[in-house]
């Protein structure tokens, strides 16, 4: 059996696959793609960027270089934007991305210009993991003191993942976090140190890769778990779907969490050939299932937990097809301009 039948049984590999293995035309030997990042330099969407780069080059036909673009500005929505309206749309431009921007066409006060159904989604790199915990030398050391008094928590936009946790959690659990919006992915987790902010609602993916001194030594205490089911390497972490009683809120909580089932996505334009898609979808199940790249990322302490491409398209339309109300009812709760 050849190396494209054996990938396209893969148990990530797309329904979408046609039933026949045929040699994909599409080559980029001696091209040069551009993966844009967004998020910031040194921040978790980055990190995992970085990590893939090679192993995907490694599986693409014509094994092109790929070169990191990080574009960061307003929580991601920069990286987005760029890759749907300006990169090229021959496969030599590909993005990738936070939750913030996945949800933002539904949620965000500001207008963008990209429609998530014509994306080309290649796969994604891990699922949800979000946390919001604070410094160590910060007055609040548990979830009952986040409910007692204000906590500044760093973020990267107004309408950010990180900003509309936290908004979130105030509304679900009586919290009192205070994003301070304006960071990107590396700066962000400064501002913690140097103590301009008590902390921050992010991804353990992102800690793990980028801080993982702070989780081992304690150095950041973590207050809540942010998604459907908690990390096992934290049980004593309370999160937030244990928590959370009502139907009504738990329906805001589990659509609110769709776009953090598929961090870390990757995608190609809009108006990208299908002959192209299907060679990146190949070779992003080839990457995330090689032995190389899996050891390369337990090292950096990234836990690769990949949806294939047709996995992130069933999920982008389960978010959109959701009811208004729900939708309205996330809106509310986590609009940064409402709740000042």
Known sequence: MGSACRIAIFILATSAMP??????????????ITFYVGGGLGGGVDAFARALAPYLAKHLPGAPAITISDMGASGGLQGVQYVYNVAPKDGTAIGTTNAGPISEPLMGQIRVNYDLRRFKWIGSLSRGDTVCAVWHASTVQTLEDAKKKDVAMSSTGATSAPTRSALLMNHLLGTKFKPVP???????????????????CTTLGSLRTTRPEWIKEGALRLLLQVALEKDPEFPQIPGVADLVKDADQRKLLEWFLIPYEFNNPLFLPPGSPDDVLAVYRQAFVAAVSDPEYLKQAALLLQKVRPHSGVEVEALISQLLDADSKTIRGVIEATDLKIKK
């Open 19 to 32: 039933s026949q293995c045929v040699q994909a035309e599409p080559t980029f030997a001696g091209k040069t």
């Open 182 to 200: 304006g960071y990107d992915g590396g700066t962000s987790l400064l501002a913690i140190e140097r103590g301009e902010v008590d902390g921050t």
